[in-house]
């Protein structure tokens, strides 16, 4: 077993000391079950010279874009340059536990699935840690097309979830979103609409730090990355197009709740009562703080 793990790399010299340490620690609990590992550093600040040391890091390889040119150009970037079966797409912040890919290698070519998603660790403001899937209502909605097109993504970053290289879809690598922040809601849905397999695994492989900088908690800038991908999906053969209508309902409706008073926020419901009550079901069953504006 070969994993690739590729991370778009913009301005974070800061992430880089424990980001390069949590890879050496999942080469070697790979390297002792007889697997390989391979990091693939997409530069997308090409204006600073992105260095890593020579040596026993010599498994990972970077590469420069000419040019900045955002997440999901330097994902594909680094996705053509991948050699291992298994791909991983890991943010710079983000951190995965010790044996994270071992664990999630060895569940994906058991199950002989498309992906497997890892519970995640979410690191709160005041230091301490929040598991996202909480219950197992969740984790059967973690791979669930209806409620990515009502409720939301249920996956926190691609760095959850390991993919079977050849079940990334070739819409997703050469119809690129223009918007940085929802490339990966995109690569879920299409993936879904594909009918790739997946499964979750309880245990928290990946951790999610708080760095006050992360784009999925800004809904304004996903909000106009799902739009950007919408229009897109219109030229996709295989994606229902009643889905796309719902998903830019969805999209729409949460847009102006939150940005709405008492009364607007019933007006808006009423209007959008089907993906309004799915809303209030997730959130009970799942029992997830995020729940309702996800």
């Not at 890879?23 to 790979?30: E, V, Y």
């Not at 874009?65 to 053509?80: C, D, F, P």
């Not at 409620?147 to 079977?164: A, D, H, M, R, W």
């Not at 991908?229 to 830019?248: N, R, S, V």
Request: hydrophobic share 40%; proline share 1%; glycine share 6%.
């Amino acid at each position: 077993m070969k994993i690739s793990v590729i991370t778009p790399f913009y301005e974070g010299a800061e992430y880089m000391k424990k980001y390069i340490e949590c890879m050496d620690a999942n080469k070697s609990t790979l390297e002792a079950q007889g697997h390989q590992l391979e990091v693939i550093l997409v530069n997308d600040s090409p204006w600073k010279k992105l260095e890593v040391a020579s040596g026993a890091n010599q498994y990972i390889k970077v590469i420069t874009n000419e040019k900045n040119s955002g997440i999901h150009y330097s994902r594909v970037a680094g996705l053509k340059e991948a050699t291992g079966d298994y791909i991983m797409f890991l943010d710079q912040d983000d951190l995965l536990e010790q044996a994270g890919l071992l664990k999630l290698g060895e569940a994906l070519e058991a199950a002989d699935l498309d992906i497997v998603i890892a519970n995640a660790k979410l690191e709160q403001a005041d230091g301490t840690y929040l598991k996202w899937y909480r219950t197992k209502a969740h984790q059967q909605l973690a791979w669930d097309l209806s409620t990515y097109l009502k409720v939301g993504t249920q996956i926190i970053s691609p760095g959850q979830c390991l993919i079977k290289k050849k079940a990334v879809p070739e819409f997703w690598k050469t119809n690129l979103v223009r918007v940085n922040g929802a490339d990966d809601y995109y690569l879920w849905l299409l993936m879904m609409a594909a009918k790739a397999q997946a499964c979750v695994l309880g245990e928290a492989e990946y951790i999610h730090r708080f760095t006050g900088n992360n784009i999925s908690a800004d809904t304004s800038a996903t909000d106009a990355s799902v739009y950007d991908f919408i229009d897109l999906l219109y030229d996709c053969d295989y994606f229902d197009k009643q889905d796309i209508i719902t998903l830019h309902e969805m999209i729409t409706y949460k847009a102006q709740f939150r940005k709405s008073g008492l009364i607007g926020k019933i007006g808006c419901s009423l209007a959008n009562l089907n993906i309004f009550l799915t809303n209030i079901k997730f959130k009970k069953v799942t029992k997830t703080g995020y729940g309702f504006n996800r």
